[in-house]
């Protein structure tokens, strides 16, 4: 299984165990979170290529993706950057 298909099952499994509701898919680079029924953005994942950590956008209303963080971006291995998404009102603002 290449990187990118096994990160997108990680982030299945994880979407599934809390509820369901989001897509996401690997392009560019990176992984886009949406929510499955409209479309809406929730949050991007890049790799960094440092083990499975991954830099955390969200999506901001300059309608652009931007550091999830104030001091230039949040950096968390893939199950703390899920369960930070999951529970931070700021990536479900557009949702």
């Known amino acids: 299984m290449s990187r990118q298909n096994e990160t997108l099952a990680r982030i299945e499994r994880f979407n599934r ?3 369901g509701g989001v897509s ?9 979170l949406t929510v499955a029924e409209t479309g809406a953005p929730v949050a991007r994942l890049k790799p960094t290529g440092q083990s499975d950590t991954m830099r955390v956008y969200y999506w901001s209303h300059r309608e652009k993706w931007a550091d999830a963080g104030p001091l230039g971006g949040v950096i968390l291995p893939l199950d703390d950057a899920l369960k930070t998404i999951a529970s931070e009102p700021v990536f479900w603002a557009w949702a």
Do not use: E, K, L, S
């Not at 996401?24 to 992984?31: E, L, S, T």
């Open 17 to 19: 165990r809390h509820g």
């Open 24 to 32: 996401a898919v690997y392009r560019q680079g990176g992984y886009t």
